[in-house]
């Protein structure tokens, strides 16, 4: 693991661990003239949640094969699948329900695959799918049947691109490049760096299906050991981030106040974030700055996440399955070219990186804060139900980006993730 790079940044290098329990009695004191409906933040979260990228590689959970009893297994459900009458709205099966795709000892794999999600490390990599042997259309099939197994899907969101291709509204996504630049724009996915966020359900699941020649490294980190770190460095921002912060999505008034960290009703934690999404919102009239604090802690989340997180190469036919209550994902950069660059054929739209998504509420999720808030971004804050993606959005009304958002990116004013001081690798989008 590398040192965290506290010589960047001095709010961070002013607190050491000595401190942290000193520290502690402070962030108390300071919730003591909170408003009453926000929680006291926790103390250290530590349990099986908090893992560090090194501790993936001993978890029987991270990389698990599938065997050729599962493969065969699919393969035969797919085939029932596509014979059931499925509806498909392009390559993307419009619903794959857990009857049109009977398994049994991949049921078992993914039962146990959803109780390492909730209660264990809450990331899991399946590996072996043998992406070449079917088309797009047909793995899209199996996939879902699969996450038919663990859950419910979901319609899949998204306040910013709002892209058809991306998955916007359906229940399979395709990650891919269809421009190049820092900024997506337009509705067209780009193979810009994501900074590690949530995506605005409970379970997201991405299926490799090619790689780039260069770049699309996935990153992957434990909100609960992100959370416990920044008590021991930084622990006067922790607070922060229990507090509502605005941002943008596409339902209701078009922007909501969610904490970052929060405590369930049960007592488990959860948590939500996406830097552009909070970035974004500032440029929204009428939504309240930030104070520089609250951007630092949230820039802190990415610069701990990056130091204790795992970075890795999603190669075809691995699964990832990642818990959005307990960690973040991001991605670097990659190689993009225009279709018709005769001196690149690789990376295009077409032949390019391809990941398929999935969002998923699993059938054991955690239940959420009750609050208005949570409840309209959610549509249910009752674990096991369908909840997330789209659908709030539709119930509390689908709202137009604010015109003064679109202006400030397009005019090439701000800059994306220009709100955030730090730079990290893999942010260069000319590979
Ligand atoms: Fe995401």
């Avoid at 590398?2 to 960047?8: D, E, H, K, P, Y």
């Avoid at 349990?47 to 991270?62: I, K, M, Q």
């Amino acid at each position: 693991m590398r040192t965290i790079s506290a010589i960047r940044n001095p709010l961070y290098a002013a607190h050491g661990r000595a401190g942290a329990a000193q520290s502690l009695i402070r962030v108390a004191r300071s919730f003591s003239t909170a408003p009453a409906d926000i929680p006291a933040p926790l103390p250290k979260l530590g349990g099986r949640a908090a893992w560090h990228g090194s501790d993936l590689d001993g978890s029987e959970w991270w990389g698990k094969q599938l065997t050729e009893e599962h493969l065969a297994e699919l393969d035969a459900a797919t085939k029932n699948a596509m014979s059931s009458g499925i509806e498909f709205e392009d390559d993307v099966p419009l619903g794959v329900s857990k009857d049109a795709f009977p398994l049994q000892k991949t049921a078992h794999l993914l039962a146990g695959l959803a109780e390492e999600l909730e209660n264990g490390k809450g990331a899991v990599m399946l590996a072996g799918m043998p992406v070449d042997r079917y088309s797009v259309k047909e793995l899209g099939v199996m996939y879902m049947g699969m996450c038919s197994h663990v859950g419910h899907l979901v319609n899949q969101s998204s306040a910013g691109l709002r892209s058809k291709s991306r998955g916007y509204g359906l229940p399979l996504g395709q990650i891919k490049a269809e421009m190049k630049g820092k900024t997506p724009l337009e509705g067209k996915q780009a193979n810009n760096y994501f900074r590690l966020h949530t995506d605005r359900c409970d379970v997201i699941s991405l299926l490799s299906v090619r790689t780039a020649s260069r770049g699309g490294l996935a990153r992957i980190a434990s909100a609960s050991a992100i959370h416990d770190a920044m008590l021991d460095h930084a622990p006067e921002l922790v607070p922060l981030l229990y507090q509502p912060i605005e941002r943008i999505w596409e339902g209701g008034e078009g922007v909501i106040a969610l904490p970052i960290w929060a405590v369930t009703p049960e007592g488990k934690f959860t948590t939500q974030i996406s830097p552009s999404y909070i970035e974004n919102a500032q440029y929204v009239n009428g939504v309240r700055k930030l104070t520089a604090d609250e951007i630092e802690a949230i820039d802190l989340i990415e610069e701990i996440g990056l130091d204790i997180g795992h970075e890795f190469l999603q190669m075809p036919g691995q699964l990832t399955f990642i818990n959005n209550h307990l960690c973040y994902h991001g991605r670097t950069a990659w190689k993009f070219a225009e279709t018709d660059d005769v001196d690149n054929e690789r990376d295009n739209e077409d032949n390019g990186r391809l990941l398929l998504r999935a969002w998923v509420s699993p059938f054991n999720s955690r239940s959420l804060p009750d609050t208005p808030e949570y409840k309209e971004m959610w549509g249910a804050i009752e674990g096991g139900v369908p909840r997330g993606g789209l659908e709030p959005a539709v119930r509390a009304g689908i709202k137009a980006k604010p015109p003064e958002l679109i202006e400030a990116y397009a005019s090439g004013r701000v800059d994306y993730y220009g709100m955030y001081k730090r730079k990290f690798a893999g942010e260069d989008i000319d590979l």
